[in-house]
């Protein structure tokens, strides 16, 4: 296989191409960049600092890469951003580094999906197959887990945790950490229940399912504290496997609080 690059585009020769890349019209790649194999960048993909894209992934026109974080207290010290393999990254997808003062590096895992316009800060942490709807806006240092799925044209705190599974609805303003498998609405959001939709698609067991609404109705009830309630969930359910990922999400909270239902929170 060999690769093949587009007369007006721009290569810096230091940059490392893998086979079978194909880079298209006017699209510029610097001197740090690295292209896995079958990488294609449709036209005007602009990508520079230490920037590594693994294989199969596709950039259609105006995804921007590298630049420096909008961070005011980055140093202009060496950051970089990590993507795993077979990412969709549509027009006008911007994602930035690490800083120099926090975490250096960026990172997107394996079969993850950004839509049009979608921006992911500095220090962002995605697991794999995560989808990012359109005109969604991440910022610095958010988590997100795998299989999560963010609505369009949401916005997401800084330092904000979204949990493995969980689902953010369209034009949601989250600011509070949301828990594994939870389903987040609204402005600011609330917790609106699971994301039963997603786990019926993904194939989870209905058992497993079952129990997971029945952990979440204790967990968020009326009754008691939210301590009080997550230790009676943690002792009933700690050998349910999904019920305990949540409820070791909620114990290493730390930037933020949790989301909370409107009514339950206490």
Do not use: W
């Not at 590594?52 to 596709?58: E, H, N, R, T």
């Not at 060496?78 to 077979?86: A, L």
């Not at 689902?167 to 594994?180: K, N, S």
């Not at 609330?190 to 997603?198: E, K, S």
């Amino acid at each position: 296989m060999t690769v093949t690059v587009h007369p007006s585009a721009h290569i810096n020769p230091k940059a490392e191409l893998g086979n079978g890349v194909s880079i298209g019209p006017l699209c510029v790649v610097g001197p740090d960049v690295r292209l896995g194999k079958n990488v294609e960048l449709v036209s005007q993909v602009n990508l520079t600092g230490h920037t590594v894209i693994g294989a199969d992934c596709k950039l259609y026109p105006f995804v921007s890469m590298g630049h420096p974080p909008q961070d005011f207290k980055h140093k202009g010290g060496p950051v970089s951003i990590t993507i795993g393999d077979r990412c969709v990254f549509r027009e006008l997808v911007n994602i930035h580094p690490g800083t120099d003062t926090g975490r250096a590096e960026t990172r997107i895992g394996n079969d993850c999906y950004f839509m049009v316009g979608s921006h992911l800060a500095h220090e962002g942490q995605v697991g794999d197959h995560v989808v990012i709807s359109n005109g969604a806006q991440i910022g610095g240092a958010v988590t997100i887990g795998d299989h999560a799925i963010l609505g369009g044209l949401c916005a997401v705190h800084q330092h904000t945790r979204i949990g493995a599974h969980a689902f953010v609805g369209g034009m949601a303003t989250v600011t509070t950490d949301v828990i594994p498998y939870g389903s987040v609405i609204g402005n600011t959001a609330h917790l609106a229940g699971l994301n039963v939709i997603g786990l019926k698609r993904r194939g989870f067991d209905r058992n497993a399912v079952r129990d997971l609404r029945s952990a979440y109705r204790l967990l968020f009830a009326q009754e008691g504290t939210f301590a009080e309630r997550l230790e009676d969930t943690a002792h009933i359910y700690k050998d349910h496997e999904l019920v305990m990922e949540i409820v070791g999400f909620i114990r290493n909270q730390n930037k933020r609080p949790i989301c909370m239902p409107h009514t339950g929170a206490n």
